[in-house]
């Protein structure tokens, strides 16, 4: 199972999960509730997969290493527009902006291979009431063509006309940048998310 970061994973047998005890209590919690995970960037070996837990709070992220074999489904962030997820959501949270603004970026992005992922993705997946009024949108963008500044300042100010922030990530593999540090950096570097770590490279188009 091909297994990228921003992939919600569902977890079968949560209380059998090796590192069950030693998470905190509000992991656990959250987990029994819901028992989605999203894969974080970092070596996947020996059969075992570094996933994020995350919790109501903004502070309440814990990582954690699971076991291939304790993965009963997945979502990707692209599986979520494919099947245009927020058109589902309970009519009492498709009034926060990061729903309201999915409907009008869509058109925008429909030349790109998109999708969700952030709070917005979690809540699609797992049902949990996750997004805030003021949470930004987190869109996960693979084969991204190279673009000059001009270009990815120009696509980021179409998208950000609707009332939420959003922070647009172009990955491929395991790596991935942010458009708008590119579009707006003074310097002669960008940073690179890594399997390995952050790393600042001169073109974040050259693998």
């Not at 960037?41 to 996933?51: C, E, F, I, L, T």
């Not at 009431?129 to 003021?134: D, T």
Request: glycine letters at 8%; proline letters at 5%.
């Amino acid at each position: 199972m091909e297994l990228l970061p921003h992939d919600l994973i569902k977890l079968g047998a949560i209380k059998n999960l090796k590192e069950f005890e030693r998470l905190a209590q509000w992991a656990k919690l959250s987990l029994v509730r819901a028992p989605w995970v999203v894969v974080r960037r970092g070596y996947q070996s020996a059969g075992m997969v570094p996933v994020g837990i995350r919790g109501n709070l903004r502070n309440e992220r814990q990582s954690a290493m699971v076991s291939e074999q304790a993965i009963v489904g997945k979502v990707s962030p692209f599986d979520l527009v494919l099947n245009k997820m927020w058109l589902s959501v309970n009519s009492s949270r498709k009034t926060l902006p990061v729903f309201q603004a999915l409907d009008a970026i869509a058109p925008i992005m429909r030349d790109f291979s998109w999708g969700i992922g952030g709070s917005c993705g979690y809540e699609l997946v797992s049902g949990v009431p996750m997004a805030k009024v003021s949470s930004d949108l987190d869109i996960i963008v693979q084969n991204f063509p190279k673009v000059s500044v001009n270009e990815a300042q120009k696509l980021l100010s179409e998208l950000n006309q609707y009332g939420v922030h959003i922070d647009l990530q172009v990955v491929e593999g395991q790596n991935g940048f942010s458009l708008e540090e590119y579009a707006h950096n003074r310097s002669q570097t960008i940073l690179m998310k890594t399997e390995k770590g952050p790393q600042l490279v001169p073109d974040p188009w050259e693998r």
